[in-house]
């Protein structure tokens, strides 16, 4: 440590200083040097101080030999200041080298599955279609019954179903009371949207869905749907069909062919199943499409009219279509992926090759 020193003789002073300022070993050591001498409160800054106390004739001498001192100081350390930082950046850089490469960031990336959503909501959404959500704990009114589906029908069979225990939902004027499950489609939000809407009006409703079955390459018991809904005046299976060639077309990037051949739905009458045409060996025949040149996309028809009784729609006035197509068969097809598995694996190298 400096100590102050009381001495007057200033170029001994100034001696001093100078070769402390030589001798010192880092800035910080420096800047202590430099402010005993030269700081506001440092030693010849006090002499300038007391300049006045002396006699007048030694003082004009006695200021110059402090303004002298206090400029060699001065240029001292400044010199010495470039010196020990030139040294303290380079000692820094073996600890700390800027000009080594860096550990990369590992990016985040969309999920497959949200990519998909998310152009097939674009896709719909430039042809005028509204996007909505809904519960994915739902009634069974909703589920079932409104959808033409009783509580003894067969078809309840076809959407094997995860109860929720003694829950029961309903309010008074509303959906008469019934018993709460994880909906086994999205074809509910057809109810609940109509229920709060008059037409005309076109919909999509992407969402969960969850089936009580065993999983396999193609079968998840919790995967996700899109549902469709178009409901007006005169909508017919023409304007399904050029909806939907659109959207696989858009959806592929390329020249769709479809094909819609009958099926059952409870809610819809007529009811198809949506095919396209194999993209992997356009109809040739493979492994995909189980050599029958033809791909299975998901359900539709025209709209029940027991489904439209359900929600006190004008059955003379009103017709409309309804689709609901699966998200994993949509991103498996677009992408090549194999195992419906893979999606919920949580392996992050699945997300980053899209
Ligand atoms: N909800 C049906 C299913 O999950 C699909 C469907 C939706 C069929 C709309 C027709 C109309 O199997």
């Known amino acids: 440590m400096i100590k102050r020193q009381q001495s007057d003789n200033i170029p001994i002073i100034k001696e001093e200083a100078l070769s402390k300022i030589r001798i010192a070993h880092s800035t910080v050591e420096l800047e202590e040097i430099y402010s005993f001498y030269l700081g506001r409160k440092g ?22 030999n402090i ?30 080298d800027i000009t080594m490469p860096g550990i990369a960031v590992k990016r985040g990336h969309l ?13 719909f959404n430039s042809m005028g279609f ?22 003894d029908h067969p078809a309840r069979e076809l959407w094997d179903t995860f109860w929720i225990k003694s829950k029961i939902s309903g309010r008074a004027g509303k ?18 949207y109509m229920e709060t809407h008059q037409p005309p009006f076109k919909i999509i409703v992407p969402g969960k869905a969850y089936r009580f079955e065993a999983t396999d390459a193609s079968h998840e018991f919790q995967f996700n749907q899109i549902e469709g809904l178009m409901v007006g005046e005169d909508v017919s299976v023409a304007n399904f069909k050029f909806v ?52 299975e996309m998901g359900g539709a ?32 097809m677009k992408y090549k992926i194999p195992d419906v598995r893979l999606f919920n694996s949580g392996d992050i190298q699945l997300s980053q090759q899209f």
């Open 43 to 64: 030693i010849l800054r006090n002499f300038l101080i007391t300049i006045g106390q002396f006699p007048a004739a030694k003082r004009p001498d006695y200021a110059r």
């Open 67 to 96: 303004h002298e001192a206090i400029k060699a100081i001065d240029m001292a350390a400044r010199d010495k200041r470039g010196q020990l930082l030139l040294v303290e950046i380079k000692n820094k850089r073996s600890s700390f």
């Open 111 to 123: 999920h497959p599955l949200t990519l998909v959503e998310r152009k097939i909501e674009h896709i």
């Open 130 to 151: 509204g996007i909505i959500e809904g519960p994915e704990i739902e009634d069974a009114w909703h589920n079932f019954d409104a959808l033409n589906i009783p509580p």
């Open 175 to 192: 959906a008469p009371k019934s018993k709460l499950l994880l909906r086994t489609h999205t074809s509910p939000m057809q109810i609940r």
């Open 244 to 295: 939907v060639q659109a959207f696989f077309e858009h959806f592929f990037g390329k020249e769709i062919n479809i094909r819609l051949r009958a099926s059952y739905f409870p809610f819809t009458e007529p009811s198809f199943e949506v095919d396209i045409r194999c993209l992997f060996c356009s109809g040739r025949g493979c492994s995909i499409c189980a050599r029958s040149g033809w791909l």
């Open 301 to 332: 028809g025209m709209v029940h009219r027991e489904v439209f009784k359900a929600v006190k729609y004008d059955v003379s006035r009103v017709q409309g279509f309804a689709f609901g197509f699966g998200l994993e068969r949509l991103a498996m």
